[in-house]
């Protein structure tokens, strides 16, 4: 059974986690911290095409996991031979090893050193910096990489991280060596080295074992934010809105150690915050803790017409449009509902459907339709305003209207941090949370996109172009249908509040 770089980053979050999904993998489901693997997987394979073109005379492998593993042999035993020789000393694209062990990977570059006659390893991130936190730690994942390369019979140099700049803004062609910062992270590994490799004998430990303790696992010290995508096949008996949710490090662990995990059980005399004390209420009481006189008040500072407003967005780790940052996020869709004092409401959209001037296009539209008076409401205002501020950047011919539309933006949102909380919200003031609560009838799930990383992704396959007509079509309703009610649900939720 092998052990990948992958399967060591689940290892080092939960170690249980890692075996239920090897070693029974029908009862193991995908979560967030997999998805999330997925997606930087899928950004650093975009990412290392770029960082190819910096090593010219690479040689790129691909195949099968024995064809990958025969290549590799036959490329490094080059670099014995006279510098004449084809290929000899070439860099080589995702050089794969295997060790007897089980142990295995692939490294994005490895280029053999004339002078010093080792190998260096260059691992691709399409991060912009170095990351050492407990999901995703890029010295452990090249530790690695060195340890396995060298049980498999390769001297290995110097170790270097390639990710990107943050600073970089794109203006024509991309400028490679500005695009990509390099570090040399050699002292680094060799500090990590002893830890990692302890780590990976007790991770083919764990893994030549039939069975473990199934009745809980690593994370049930952790706070609910740091949790593999197992922990409730392994914690049954944790409620699904618990403490963990509420504490982390000793506060967590000294609940945890007294097998309190429902709110509701916290005892009185334990330290709070106020923010605490609310939840503890609520799930005590199970009722919900409304403010309607400060509700009243917040509502009635509000001005018509309303515009309920929301974006969808795109980005990547390389820039796609002149005058973008790494990830920073293109704006492709809006969703306006007008609300008149009357309670007449109109909607109005917008979905690009080609990269360039999509959002020049939108600013258009969405100028169309925003008057001069009126208060534009949003959900969680900081992407909003954020966007509007790159927006005026990009088009500075939209920067007046744009901070006028800034200066005139509620978040609807902060009325459910504190005037309006509810049991049923699991300490979550989110739009997908407080809607099947406030307004069961209306549900995402019933839509094809269900959420923002499904629309920036069916938005990106609308544009391909090996996309047929009709498909093109059925991801541009799905796509205006979820923004849609992202906007109608704030309206509703709005008319709710009113009532009160």
């Known amino acids: 059974m092998n052990l990948t770089k992958t399967d060591f980053k689940e ?69 014995d031979k006279p510098t004449g020789t084809e290929c000899a000393s070439k860099p080589i694209f995702q050089a794969t090893f295997k060790t007897d062990e089980g142990l295995f990977v692939k490294i994005d570059i490895l280029n053999f050193n004339k002078e010093t006659r080792k190998w260096d390893i260059y691992e691709v991130k399409s991060s912009s910096d170095i990351k050492t936190d407990i999901k995703h730690n890029h010295i452990k994942d090249i530790t690695f990489q060195t340890i396995v390369a060298e049980r498999s019979g390769i001297s290995i140099g110097e170790s270097y991280i390639i990710h990107i700049n943050k600073k970089y803004k794109r ?39 039939d069975k473990i303790p199934m009745d809980s696992c690593s994370c049930l010290y952790k706070s609910s934010a740091q949790r593999c995508d197992s922990f409730e096949f392994f914690n049954k008996g944790v409620p699904k809105y618990s ?60 001005k018509f017409p309303l515009y309920f407003l929301d974006y969808e967005t795109f ?13 920073q996020q293109i704006v492709f869709q809006f969703s306006l509902h007008v609300l008149e004092s009357d309670g007449t409401l109109k909607h109005y959209e917008y979905l690009a459907e080609k990269m360039p001037d999509a959002t020049k296009t939108l600013l258009s539209v969405l100028k169309a339709h925003i008057g001069p008076v009126g208060s534009i409401i949003v959900w969680y205002e900081s992407f909003e305003k954020g966007r509007n501020k790159e ?10 209207f744009l901070e006028d539309v ?50 920036l992704t069916e938005w990106e396959r609308m544009l391909a172009e090996d996309t047929q007509d009709e498909d093109r079509k059925e991801i541009k309703k799905n796509l205006l249908e979820y923004c849609k009610l992202d906007t109608l649900a704030m309206v509703e939720i709005y008319k709710k509040l009113e009532e009160l």
């Open 243 to 302: 403490v963990h949710n509420l504490f982390r490090g000793n506060k967590l662990r000294q609940l945890v150690d007294e097998s309190i995990f429902d709110i509701a059980d916290i005892p009185d005399d334990f330290k709070l915050t106020e923010k605490q004390e609310e939840q503890v209420t609520l799930q005590r009481t199970r009722k919900p803790l409304i403010d309607k006189n400060e509700i009243e008040e917040t509502l009635s500072s509000l």
């Open 171 to 209: 203006e024509g062609e991309i400028d490679l060596r500005e695009l990509f910062v390099f570090v040399n992270v050699s002292d680094d590994v060799n500090t990590e080295r002893n830890v990692v490799e302890s780590e990976i004998k007790n991770a083919l430990l764990l893994l030549s074992q």
């Open 11 to 79: 290892y080092l979050l939960c170690k249980e986690g890692l075996w239920l999904k090897k070693k029974q993998p029908d009862d193991y489901t995908a979560g967030e911290f997999s998805l999330f693997l997925e997606k930087l997987i899928n950004d650093g394979y975009e990412v290392e095409e770029y960082v190819h073109r910096l090593f010219p005379d690479g040689v790129a492998l691909e195949g099968d996991e024995e064809s990958l593993l025969a290549d590799t042999k036959k490329l490094v035993e080059l670099a």
């Open 315 to 327: 980005g990547k780790p390389i820039p796609l449009l002149d005058g973008y940052k790494t990830n």
């Open 391 to 400: 927006l005026a950047e990009l088009h500075p011919e939209y920067k007046e």
């Open 406 to 455: 800034n200066n005139r933006i509620f978040d609807l949102m902060k009325v459910f941090k504190k005037d309006y909380l509810h049991p049923d919200f699991n300490g979550s003031a989110s739009i997908k949370n407080v809607l099947p609560v406030m307004l069961p009838e209306l549900s995402y799930k019933a839509l094809d996109i269900q959420n923002g990383t499904m629309a």
